[in-house]
C-alpha cells in the first residue's frame, strides 16, 4: 500500500464528512420555507411507507409556507397525518385538494437552542474529520516501520494529511458558520 492511498482515503472520508455536514444541516430550521424541512416525513401509501417526496409535490410559494399536493387525492388524510405525527411543530392545513404548512416564526430562545444544535452538529463533523486523521497517521506509521516508506517520506506524508485536515475543518467552519448566521437573521 502506497502513500498516495493512504492519502485518497482520507481525504474521501474528510470529504464525506463535509458533506454528511451539510446534509445534516439542511434539517435543522431556519424560519424560511425550504424542501429538505421535509425530507424525513414517511406517509403510509397503500401500506408502505414512503417519502412524502414520492406521493406528492412539494412546493414553497413564498418563504414562510410549503403547499404539498398529492398525486392522489386519496392519501391526503394519511399525508396529513405524517405531518402531524413528525416534529415539525407545523400544523397542517387542508382544503380537500392541497394541504399548506405555515412555518413558524423562530423566538430568540429557540434559534439560540437551533445555533447551539448547529455548533454541536459542526462538532461532530469536526471530530469525524480527526479521526479520519489519526487512522492515516497511523497507517503511515506502520509503512514507516515496516520500512515500505523512508521516514523523511513518513514525515512528509503526515504533513501533507494534516493541511488536509485543516483544509477540511476550515470548510466545516464555514459552512456552520454560514448557517448559524441564517438561523440568527431575523
Known sequence: MAVADVRKRAQDKMENA??????????????RAQ?????????????NLSPLSQVASISTPDAKSFLIAPWEVAILKE?????????????PMNDGKVIRLKVPDLTEERRKDLAKQV?????????????SRRDANEEIKKLSKDKAI????????EADIQKLTDDSIKKVDQIADE????????
Not at 463535509?18 to 424560519?31: N, W, Y
Not at 399525508?79 to 411543530?89: C, F, H, P, R, T
Open 18 to 31: 463535509v458533506k454528511a455536514l451539510g446534509e445534516e444541516l439542511k434539517k435543522v430550521r431556519t424560519g
Open 35 to 47: 424542501v429538505s424541512m421535509l425530507d424525513s416525513i414517511r406517509v403510509n401509501y397503500y401500506g
Open 79 to 91: 399525508i396529513e397525518q405524517a405531518i402531524v405525527k413528525s416534529d415539525l411543530g407545523m400544523a
Open 119 to 131: 455548533k454541536k452538529i459542526a462538532e461532530d463533523s469536526r471530530v469525524s474529520i480527526r479521526m
Open 150 to 157: 523512508s521516514e523523511d517520506e513518513g514525515k512528509k506524508a
Open 179 to 186: 448557517k448559524e448566521k441564517s438561523i440568527l437573521t431575523i
